[in-house]
């Protein structure tokens, strides 16, 4: 099927009707963007050049199959709302039409002059690598602070050092810590930072902490801010909560020079009806292109529905495929992993990965420390170490 048109956003969908397919689609994406002509005479040659069209179609059977529609890039202010218009593009109304029986944004394609306008990882595999101070193919093994909530500061801490004395390279806050008056982010985003930084004084290890920041768009910023100047070398928060706008305010503001863990809570409620929706590998697109460095796969193994190789096989390419200047952005596998688990998804994802267990690091019969080098030596029986 032919994705990629020059000067379009080429957005491919899954469609079921009650009419003819292609017909259907004809309408479809004519609606979508010029809609009829309503002025006198004859159509502008601008009006002609502005509607989107059907560029391909896949039957899959009597009334459905997989579509590919054209949308003209000069429709939209690319250097101002690049984002905005292409979402706007291709998550329309139409889904609500009674003839589409089902309808599923699946995937789209940007020309190199579209994905320009975007900021994309700033820091990578690489980058990270760079920060940790460790070597290329090296597995990064890190983990999540647990319990998620009813946590002093204090507390947070002394779970963050244990891990990193352990040797863990990586430590993030659950998305429930909502920085609740018991243990507000700065605070907690101090103590956890100076006890990491006395942990890398006596062993060496280096890691990196993303504390929670989600908030509204308006504030955003501050949290981020706050957060870094507390001591985080790394951020998280909940795109999809907080606003894609927001990773790329974060991505692109010279004051937040960090890696961000675009966290993707929710997308489930956009993607798990068969057949409608927005497909997951859509959502990791667009928050690779926003700037986000880290994003969720549900770990092999694990514990949230459909998180086997059927959607990591989606999203595991979309993080990494070609988009212009964009960085590919690095796949946190996590979701019930732990020791047993963690060689296949090392085979799996290679060591271009996180690798982050929470309970099945704090639920370890030996403590954080036995959990941490469980997960470590699973590392290295799966990599002949």
């Known amino acids: 099927m032919k994705t990629r048109q020059d000067g379009c956003l080429v957005a491919q969908f899954y469609l079921e009707t009650e009419g003819d397919l292609v017909e259907t689609a004809k309408e479809t994406v004519r609606h979508e ?26 039957q899959t059977g009597p009334k459905q199959g997989i579509i590919a529609f054209a949308y003209p890039l000069h429709n939209l202010d690319l250097e101002h709302s690049a984002f905005t218009g292409i979402w706007v593009s291709m998550v329309t109304g139409m889904s ?6 089902k309808y599923r944004l699946l995937d789209f394609t940007l020309p190199e002059e579209a994905s320009a306008h975007f900021p994309g990882p700033r820091f990578g595999i690489e980058g990270t690598r760079k920060i940790l101070r460790i070597s290329e193919h090296e597995p990064i093994i890190g983990t999540i602070v647990k319990p998620t909530v009813g946590l002093t500061a204090d507390e947070v801490a002394v779970i963050c050092g244990e891990a990193a004395a352990a040797g863990i390279k990586f430590i993030k806050d659950d998305e429930r810590m909502m920085n609740p008056a018991y243990c507000p982010l700065k605070e907690r985003v101090a103590k956890v930072a100076q006890r990491l930084r006395q942990v890398y004084e006596e062993t060496g290890n280096k890691v990196i902490y993303a504390p929670h920041i989600t908030t509204g768009p308006d504030k955003i910023l501050d949290n981020a801010k706050i957060a870094v100047e507390a001591g985080a070398n790394a951020l998280m928060f909940v795109f999809i909560a907080a606003g894609f706008e927001s990773l790329r305010l974060v991505a692109e503001s010279p004051d937040i020079k960090v890696p961000i863990y675009a966290h993707c809570c929710g997308k489930e409620h956009w993607s798990r009806a068969e057949g409608q929706g927005i497909d997951p590998r859509v959502v990791a697109k667009l928050a690779r292109m926003m700037g986000g460095d880290y994003f969720r796969i549900g770990a092999l193994g694990g514990y949230f529905a459909k998180h086997e190789v059927g959607e990591a096989a989606v999203l595991k390419p979309a993080l990494a495929e070609a988009m212009g200047h964009l960085l590919p952005a690095v796949p946190a596998v996590s979701g019930g992993l732990d020791p047993g688990n963690l060689g296949d998804n090392i085979r799996y994802f ?22 941490v080098r469980a997960m470590a030596e699973a590392a290295s029986a799966v990599l002949g170490g």
């Open 96 to 101: 609500a039409m009674p003839n589409l029986k």
């Open 33 to 58: 963007t010029a809609g009829k002509w309503d002025r006198p005479g004859i159509p502008s040659d601008l009006f002609q050049r502005s509607a989107g069209y059907l560029l391909d179609h896949e």
């Open 350 to 371: 290679g060591t271009d990965a996180l690798f982050l267990a929470g309970t099945g690091i704090a639920r370890h019969p030996d403590g954080i420390r036995g959990g």
